[in-house]
């Protein structure tokens, strides 16, 4: 990784953390949940066309405090056939509601956010900035869903580096029970339009990335919201601006820390 990339990458983790630990201290989180997930599917490998059995552990993180909320996640991606990968998202939410005090909704609209997102592939050294805004929604049954709405700003080494673009994504989680069991469909669909680098044209993708969650400690444990199996359904369009397209379940183990 060049060396101007490890400074910016370095600069921000360390800014992050001090963020991160600045505000434990003075406002304790609400709420904090951790996970760690183990997935398994064939996914393609989409410069060179190839698919291969792969195994994916995520390690994610969401919190809320009194000014917002975070989410973050990382992945550690091994092929079966292919070369270990490493790559992880954050963003930090702040409630314009909360930070006025003032009641923001109308409608189906709970809040409006301003938001910092940051996505980073170490190996091949890709780094962006995600700056924009979310609106929170009020639907029912819904434990959250919202609409984020970012730039997509580049600042990836001279190898990897594109012209800037935007982004639109919509995430969320929907708990419901049959019978005397505990489900949830939760994830998030993103849209990322066309940019270019070094190569040429990046395709505008979606990329849809959705699980359905069956509560297992709920029933087998009797420990809710602890374990969970299921499958993950990934989607891709153009996947990373790519010629290739990809329609994959996944096998799905979550456990809640």
């Not at 994610?60 to 991606?77: C, E, K, M, V, Y």
């Not at 993103?190 to 509560?215: A, C, H, M, T």
């Not at 374990?227 to 809640?256: C, M, P, S």
């Amino acid at each position: 990784m060049p060396n101007d990339l490890k400074f910016y990458s370095l600069q921000f983790v360390l800014t992050g953390l001090w963020l991160f630990q600045m505000a434990t201290a003075a406002y304790s989180f609400g709420w904090s949940t951790t996970e760690i997930h183990y997935q398994y599917g064939k996914l393609k490998q989409p410069f060179i066309q190839q698919e291969s059995g792969t195994s994916v552990i995520t390690m994610q993180h969401a919190s809320g405090w009194r000014f917002g909320d975070n989410f973050l996640f990382f992945d550690t991606i091994m092929p079966h056939n292919g070369k270990m990968d490493y790559y992880g998202e954050f963003y930090g939410n702040l409630s314009l509601g909360k930070i006025t005090g003032a009641d923001l909704g109308f409608g189906p609209i709970k809040d409006f956010g301003v938001l910092m997102g940051v996505n980073w592939a170490p190996e091949p050294g890709v780094l962006k900035y995600l700056p924009g805004m979310r609106i929170t929604w009020n639907l029912p049954g819904f434990a959250f869903l919202n609409s984020d709405f970012t730039a997509y700003i580049d600042y990836s080494n001279t190898k990897v580096k594109e012209t800037n673009s935007f982004m639109v994504d919509v995430n969320g989680r929907f708990p419901f029970a049959l019978r005397n069991a505990k489900f949830s469909i939760e994830g998030h669909i993103e849209y990322i339009g066309e940019r270019q680098n070094p190569f040429g044209k990046v395709k505008s993708w979606f990329f849809y990335q959705l699980q359905f969650r069956y509560d297992l400690g709920y029933n087998l444990f009797k420990r809710p919201e602890k374990v969970f199996i299921g499958t993950e359904w990934q989607f891709w369009d153009h996947k990373l601006g790519t010629n290739v397209n990809e329609n994959v379940f996944q096998a799905l183990l979550v456990w809640r820390l």
